[in-house]
């Protein structure tokens, strides 16, 4: 009889619990992603949030199928937010416009001065943010234009007129160098996620000349070795068809990880096409020349120019003094350039303070002081 009663073994911590007379906690178990919802769901797919989470391919959004797994699923799917952006993802951008016949000329201007107000707003960096107050100020400004009081372009539709116009740019660069030479060039960014921005340098059949455009700006996923780096240059190339063929020049900074012959970028560029020149960057030399040869002063460059800035910056008299002997020398005024080690680019700015600091009525400014003083000690 007493082994039938007899309960089976417990652990030590639930005798403890049972001992301490506090009731045991119980850890709930949550339910995992598993590929079969992807079979049974399309448009669920795994989250990179952890494996407690799906995500919806149609709404862009993350879910939680910890608790209910396959229901959550079928929650997600059927839910109304879900629904509703599963039709806009299934909408063309045509679709935003009206077809344009020959009596809706109207509407033709309409879209034509949407577009070119995304533009606008691309070219001088504003945010397209903007463009959700830009149709209500633009029939404030003009209430008679027809133009005005038919533009709808908020932020989603200028979005969108974005990814079209940003389309319309590339096809038109890879026609403009497609089996014609142009020349390419690339460095990395200092960010966290290390891109690498592609510049090409090819001939404008419109303008008739020598242009400058940004291919893209690709992320550098492997380690930023020369392969890697090859590697992602590579991609870009084959996405757009281009051939290493038409490439002439590669350019890039003086890193070994760029232009060394056996591993760098640059040696795996000459494989697929031999004959490809290789120009460093001149002001990255400059740099490490100028440097070099500034260890060899007996004061800092850098620390001379902050104490000239300091100098005439924090002190309003000082600043007159300046302006009169600027207006003496018959000299445009200048502003007070300021110097941080903080700054991109910084070798760039030194340099152009430089020249400021070594400027005629620089010159003269400290020459005149230096007399002053003179004539005092003179004097005294």
């Known amino acids: 009889m007493e082994s039938h009663n007899k309960r089976p073994a417990e652990t030590e911590s639930e005798m403890e619990t049972e001992s301490s007379g506090i009731p045991r906690k119980i850890t709930k178990q949550m339910q995992k992603y598993k590929p079969e919802y992807s079979q049974t769901w399309p448009v669920i797919q795994q989250s990179k949030l952890g494996e407690n989470y799906a995500f919806g391919s149609d709404c862009r959004l993350d879910f939680t199928v910890g608790h209910g797994g396959r229901d959550d699923c079928r929650r997600h799917v059927n839910s109304k937010k879900h629904q509703e952006y599963s039709k806009l993802k299934s909408k063309r951008i045509d679709s935003f416009f009206k077809p344009t016949t020959s009596s809706s000329s109207s509407e033709q201007e309409v879209t034509r001065a949407e577009t070119l107000f995304t533009h606008f707003l691309l070219e001088h960096n504003i945010a397209i943010a903007a463009a959700d107050y830009a149709g209500k100020l633009f029939r404030q400004m003009f209430p008679d234009s027809a133009i005005a009081k038919n533009h709808q372009s908020a932020r989603t539709k200028t979005t969108a007129i974005t990814g079209e116009l940003s389309k319309e740019i590339q096809k038109k660069l890879c026609h403009s160098m497609d ?85 760098g970028c640059i040696a795996y560029i000459r494989k697929e096409h031999p004959n490809v020149y290789l120009s460093g960057c001149p002001c990255h030399l400059l740099h490490i020349c100028a440097e070099k040869a500034g260890h060899e002063f007996e004061a800092g460059v850098e620390e001379i120019l902050v104490d000239i800035c300091f100098h005439l910056n924090k002190s309003a008299k000082r600043m007159s003094h300046l302006q009169q002997f600027q207006s003496l020398c018959g000299k445009e005024l200048r502003k007070i350039l300021k110097v941080s080690k903080f700054v991109s680019m910084f070798f760039l700015k030194v340099r152009k303070i430089l020249v400021c600091a070594v400027y005629n009525f620089y010159k003269q400014y400290y020459c005149g002081l230096l007399l002053i003083l003179s004539s005092l000690l003179h004097v005294i």
């Open 179 to 263: 089996k014609r030479p142009f020349s390419l060039s690339t460095d990395g960014s200092t960010d966290k996620s290390k891109m690498y921005p592609i510049v090409v340098r090819h001939f404008d059949e419109e303008a008739k000349e020598i242009a400058v455009s940004l291919l893209s700006v690709p992320n550098c996923n492997t380690d930023a070795t020369g392969e890697g780096i090859f590697q992602v240059l590579h991609n870009e190339m084959q996405k757009r068809a281009l051939s290493w063929s038409d490439c002439i020049a590669f350019g890039s900074d003086n890193a070994s990880v760029m232009t060394g012959c056996k591993k």
